[in-house]
């Protein structure tokens, strides 16, 4: 199983970006969806999670109205849609995923390589 995160780049405050991250190999299912970020000199830290259905949603204090976390099933993506970005928000983005491949009984924890996003002021 491999993750593949994308979207990242720079962009000034206020602005947007759209991270994606797609899971791909022999995947039977995958239950929660996470993204984290993890700022120079700081520890990693859970930014959003979803789960299968998508009916229930986590998001940290700082980013929550400004971030949306989204996912596609069927095509095993998850999306982190950032608006109004502030420079805070510079950080590598990290997708985490709890996923069962095929002919697998459990559920295992993957991690996606990160995404560079810098927000300049």
């Known amino acids: 199983v491999q993750l593949q995160a994308s979207g990242g780049g720079l962009v000034q405050a206020g602005g947007s970006l759209r991270l994606s991250c797609a899971a791909s190999?022999?995947?039977?299912?995958?239950?929660?969806m996470r993204w984290y970020r993890q700022a120079p000199g700081k520890q990693r830290e859970l930014v959003a999670a979803i789960t299968y259905g998508g009916s229930t949603n986590y998001y940290a204090g700082s980013v929550k109205g400004r971030f949306t976390i989204s996912r596609d099933n069927a095509k095993n993506t998850v999306y982190l849609q950032m608006n109004n970005l502030e420079p805070e928000d510079t950080a590598v983005y990290y997708c985490?995923?709890?996923?069962?491949?095929?002919?697998?009984?459990?559920?295992?924890?993957?991690w996606g390589q990160g995404t560079l996003v810098t927000v300049s002021s």
């Open positions: 190999g022999s995947i039977s299912r995958i239950n929660a």
């Open positions: 985490n995923e709890d996923i069962r491949t095929s002919g697998d009984l459990l559920f295992r924890a993957y």
